[in-house]
Every structure is written in C-alpha cells, then in structure tokens.
C-alpha cells in the first residue's frame, strides 16, 4: 500500500513549498502537482495521480479544496473518500 500525494496551484506563480513539506511529512511515496486553477476539470497531475493510486493505497492532499475550486463543487472529480 502506498501514499500518493496530490499538489495544486492555481498559478505557475504560487509556491508549493508549504504544500510540498507537507506531504513529505506524510511520507508520500510519490507526490503529483498541478499549476492550474480548481475551476479546470482536466488537470494532468491529478488525471495521473488517480490512475497510480491502487486499492488500498492513499491519497493525500494539503487541503480538500486542492482538488477543486470548492469541497462542495470538485471540479469534476468523483472519487471516493474514506
């Protein structure tokens, strides 16, 4: 079973840096990013870092906001949390 992390900014401007550390404190085996606003379904990091993830593993992300705009509207991501 293994840790996958997920990064998203909305600009190539913003730093990651914070969210970076904390998923190495996770101890991310495999960390995927995005630079591209919530608002866009299609973001590459997090298309590859769903088709990583194997049963059992986990997803982390510094905030669930990092998977879309709003925790109540995810930009088109439907994944299951547990």
Sequence with gaps: MAT????????????????RNALTCANCDRIFEDRISGKIANRPGLKRAL?????????????????????????????RIT
């Design 4 to 19: 996958i992390g997920y990064i998203r900014v909305s600009t190539i401007d913003q730093n990651i840096d914070l969210q």
């Design 51 to 79: 088709k990583y993830v194997n049963k059992g593993d986990t997803l982390v992300v510094w905030k669930l906001d990092r998977l879309g705009r709003s925790v109540k509207k995810p930009g088109g991501v439907n994944i």
